[in-house]
């Protein structure tokens, strides 16, 4: 059944190297089941509903993935979006969760029309590559500024805005304790360096008396709280447009950038360039994000982590089904995860920010007309705390710069009328 379901033989692995890949691909990415419900719960969402939420919604994308698109690519809770979730749109905006759940499910509504219609391909060729490279570099630093708040690093000051907290607390030392031992695991490239790094902090802060310990195992608490709670008609309101837009691009960027570099690694790409099977990975991710919504989750995406299990062998979807089992499997370590402070998830946050930071040198330096724009977009994600204003203020510097250096060939017709739209969004609504 699964040689014929994945064409095990036609791909050159087996189960077994298709079980152990998709063990590496969990590992590696299995603290997003610890760090989701714990940033979703600053919207007042109950923890143990979205602990539930984040691996059922892991396990359906990645199921999704397996048996429409055959990869090996497993999908979860995107970092930045779900912070952005948050931090934006609920406790930045003010809306309720139940809004912003809305706006995630209208974009991933959008995202599947575009990905079973030629429109993806128009939008991602659209987008110049410094303001791709950029969004990625300020939703590094959005998510570094959280995971400063968080940690007790950074904290509010009336004059300032921002300062730093008090660098002897326990948060504090806990948190670049996390950092420092996440950053020389990955350096030696050690299974799962993450998850390590989150629960050796947990439990040294158990043992000195700083943090409660609930247990490990136990029944899964219900996902009733969240379950079917968004709230469409909500999040159809005119001022919501950009934060659903900003769902859609950056899950749309993202999505697309993590298959085709996956896909390189892997060996699926054909000699074109052209990816096999792409649509039906578009399908998957966009399907993926509407079930999340609708279980009660942020927006769920394709894990660049997939790249482990990749080179641990995967070739299939039973890798990434194997991955889809062992979040489902994960529901029953919920004590674990009531038991982990904030403190302790920060130095991941932190650390996929250094990933993400990275693309900045990607950016085309030697044109200013390309920079200026790049540094805007980055920029502005963590001084605005909004993923969605960086976007904006990304397409109109860009089309606003272009047109004033007498350079009208480089702006894509969608990137003008973007920043139009966004022009009048603002002057209008504010």
């Not at 982990?340 to 946050?349: E, F, M």
């Amino acid at each position: 059944m699964l040689e014929r379901i994945f064409k095990l033989s036609e791909n050159r692995t087996n189960v077994r190297t298709e079980i152990v890949a998709g063990i590496t691909t969990f590992l590696t990415m299995a603290y997003i089941i610890f760090v989701n419900p714990a940033i979703l719960s600053a919207a007042k969402m109950p923890f143990g509903a979205v602990f539930v939420a984040t691996c059922v919604a892991a396990a359906i994308g990645c199921l999704l993935m397996a048996f429409l698109a055959n990869y090996p690519i497993a999908l979860a809770p995107g970092m930045g979006l779900n912070a952005y979730f948050a931090f934006g749109v609920v406790g930045g905006m003010g809306h309720t969760w139940q809004v912003a759940l809305g706006c995630v499910f209208i974009s991933g509504v959008l995202f599947f029309i575009i990905s079973v219609l030629p429109i993806r391909e128009w939008i991602v060729n659209a987008i110049p590559k410094s303001l791709k490279m950029a969004i990625a570099a300020g939703i590094g630093l959005f998510l570094a500024l959280i995971a400063l708040k968080n940690a007790g690093i950074v904290v509010s000051h009336p004059e300032t805005l921002v300062t730093h907290g008090k660098l002897a607390s326990w948060p504090v030392l806990m948190a670049c304790l996390g950092f420092a031992l996440i950053a020389a695991l990955e350096y030696r490239r050690v299974m799962g360096g993450v998850i390590v790094g989150i629960l050796v902090v947990t439990f040294i802060s158990i043992l000195a008396g700083h943090q409660k310990f609930e247990g490990i195992f136990d029944i899964p608490p219900s996902i009733a709280p969240v379950f079917l709670q968004m709230d469409i008609a909500g999040a159809l309101q005119v001022g919501l447009v950009t934060v659903v837009f900003a769902f859609l691009f950056v899950d749309l960027f993202d999505n697309t950038g993590t298959l085709i570099a996956l896909a390189h690694r892997g060996g699926f790409m054909r000699p074109d360039g052209t990816v096999p099977r792409l649509r039906g990975a578009l399908i998957s991710d966009s399907a993926a994000a509407m079930a999340g919504a609708a279980v009660g989750t942020s927006t769920t995406t394709s894990y660049i982590e997939s790249a482990a299990g990749i080179n641990a062998g995967g070739r299939t979807g039973l890798t990434a089904a194997t991955v889809g089992v062992l979040f489902l499997l994960a529901l029953f370590v919920a004590p674990l995860a009531t038991s982990i402070p904030a403190y302790a998830t920060a130095p991941a946050l932190l650390y996929v920010a250094c990933l993400l930071t990275r693309s900045l040198t990607e950016i085309e330096w030697n044109d200013i007309t390309e920079a200026a724009p790049a540094v805007i977009t980055t920029l502005a994600m963590p001084f605005t705390f909004s993923i969605a204003d960086g976007i904006a203020f990304g397409f109109i510097s860009y089309a606003g710069i272009k047109v004033a250096a007498g350079r009208y060939a480089d702006v894509h017709p969608a990137v003008g009328v973007l920043a139009v739209l966004f022009v009048i969004k603002y002057v209008v609504i504010g």
